[in-house]
């Protein structure tokens, strides 16, 4: 089956579990509409499943990181359905794998992460690292009730929240290095 939503076609066939999200607007919506403000023309590292939205948005979508192999397939097809690029894509732990971690580089402009707020805490200094100095970190996946954990470790990354989105029982947060 073909879904599309805001402008964004995904074969939900051949689409893993995690790429079917992009379709919840509970989940996503916020981190679509923050990286809406913020994508335009930056090179961008993408953890998880917005790859695709932010290259629709203009993004420069170089590297796309994931645990699941299929989920990276998954998005270069969709990618190419939707007729943008999203640049390389890398799979594994890159917390846990440090040749990951250096694989994916640096001096990324914009970090869009769409995770659990455990793995988002854990790589908060990761994120910060690959940043350049005034990048943007937009993260979302967040339940409502962890989101001061997630900002506390933020915040002990040497970010700047520069706002905190709440959509049901989610959040979504956009920060500056």
Known sequence: MIAEKNGITVDTRTAAPA??????PQKTGINLNLQEDRQRDRRTLLIGILAIAAAMLGADVQTIVDIDENCLKTAHENAEKNHVEIGRGLC????????????????Y?????NIVADVIIGMSPMFA???????????????????????AALEKSGFTILSHEKSDDWSAFAAKK
């Open 19 to 24: 790429r079917k999200m992009i379709k919840c």
């Open 109 to 113: 402009d914009v970090i869009v992460a």
């Open 92 to 107: 594994g732990d890159a917390l846990r794998d440090p040749k990951l971690a250096e694989d994916i580089g640096g001096g």
């Open 129 to 151: 690292d690959k940043l350049v100095k005034g990048g943007t970190l937009i993260c979302s996946g967040i339940l409502n009730e962890r989101a001061e954990e997630v900002r």
